[in-house]
């Protein structure tokens, strides 16, 4: 069985007494959670002081983002070396609004995960649709390419471990969520190409994390589908009860 996973990635949000105020609330209320990966990733802002409060916890830190390099003349990115020097242990790469926002391509991406591995961070790597690709019967090309682009190179052993975490973008930040028939669906697929590109052993340890409006009130339903293994949670994560109760879903 594949250990869940709910993380929570809380964007462009947050001041060092939100954060703190935040975090505080949510280790009581997930303290007792022994058989799910709790994972948050605030702004790079607040990243040294949440990693300090998050000692002794279950709860993991992560990043929203990286460069590809450990150090060098890149005015305004933030390295590998540096997350983990503040605790990090996993790294959010791909996000859409990174692609679409940031003009960032799958061959960046592709760097930034191997750039993770060779720091011991663990990549959650996001792949996903727009509306217009959906609509236009796209979703498995556009999946495939994401996955194909991001994932090339990799050695099984490192591959994986790799996160994978779809997000449609006509789901994000909008209220729509795709159906548990949707979701499990992209989900299956992706699985499929993992076993085309990697093997079975590789296709059945990866977990694959469902985002796009998850909350309290769907967070049940798309968990029962076999191929859903935890949830990449945006707007819900940045109130300690919401999360708490995605956390612990049934």
Same mark, same amino acid.
């Given at each position: 069985?594949?250990?869940?996973?709910?993380?929570g990635?809380?964007?462009?949000?947050?001041?060092?007494?939100?954060?703190e105020?935040?975090?505080?609330a949510?280790k009581?209320?997930?303290?007792?959670?022994?058989k799910?990966?709790?994972?948050i990733?605030?702004?790079f802002?607040?990243?040294?002081?949440i990693?300090?409060l998050?000692?002794?916890?279950n709860?993991?830190l992560?990043a929203?983002?990286?460069?590809?390099?450990n150090?060098?003349?890149?005015?305004g990115e933030?390295?590998?070396?540096?997350l983990?020097?503040v605790?990090?242990?996993?790294?959010i790469?791909?996000?859409?609004?990174?692609?679409?926002y940031?003009a960032?391509?799958? =061959?960046?991406?592709?760097?930034?995960?191997? $750039?993770a591995? @060779?720091n011991d961070?663990?990549p &959650?790597m996001?792949?996903g649709?727009?509306?217009e690709?959906?609509e236009?019967?796209?979703?498995?090309?556009?999946i495939?390419?994401?996955?194909?682009?991001?994932l090339?190179?990799?050695?099984?052993?490192?591959?994986?471990n790799?996160?994978v975490?779809y997000?449609?973008?006509?789901?994000?930040g909008?209220g729509?969520?795709?159906?548990k028939?949707?979701a499990?669906e992209?989900h299956?697929?992706?699985?499929?190409?993992?076993?085309?590109f990697?093997g079975?052993?590789?296709?059945?340890?990866?977990?694959i994390?469902?985002?796009g409006?998850v909350k309290?009130?769907n967070v049940?339903?798309?968990?029962s589908?076999?191929?859903? =293994?935890?949830?990449l949670?945006g707007?819900a $994560?940045?109130? @300690?009860?919401?999360f708490?109760? &995605?956390?612990k879903?049934?």
């Amino acid at each position: 069985m594949r250990r869940p996973i709910v993380a929570g990635n809380w964007k462009l949000n947050g001041t060092l007494d939100d954060a703190e105020e935040l975090v505080v609330a949510l280790k009581n209320l997930v303290k007792d959670v022994e058989k799910v990966d709790i994972i948050i990733a605030p702004p790079f802002t607040v990243l040294s002081i949440i990693s300090a409060l998050l000692i002794g916890t279950n709860i993991k830190l992560a990043a929203q983002n990286m460069y590809f390099e450990n150090s060098g003349a890149y005015t305004g990115e933030v390295s590998p070396v540096m997350l983990k020097d503040v605790g990090c242990e996993y790294v959010i790469l791909g996000h859409s609004e990174r692609r679409g926002y940031f003009a960032e391509t799958s =061959d960046i991406v592709n760097k930034k995960i191997k $750039s993770a591995f @060779a720091n011991d961070l663990t990549p &959650i790597m996001c792949i996903g649709e727009s509306l217009e690709q959906r609509e236009a019967d796209l979703t498995f090309n556009v999946i495939e390419t994401q996955l194909k682009e991001g994932l090339g190179g990799l050695e099984n052993e490192l591959a994986k471990n790799v996160i994978v975490a779809y997000e449609p973008i006509w789901a994000i930040g909008t209220g729509k969520t795709a159906t548990k028939e949707q979701a499990q669906e992209v989900h299956a697929f992706i699985r499929g190409k993992l076993n085309d590109f990697f093997g079975k052993d590789v296709a059945n340890a990866v977990r694959i994390l469902y985002g796009g409006s998850v909350k309290p009130e769907n967070v049940d339903e798309l968990m029962s589908q076999k191929d859903i =293994d935890g949830s990449l949670v945006g707007g819900a $994560s940045l109130k @300690a009860e919401s999360f708490a109760r &995605i956390v612990k879903f049934q």
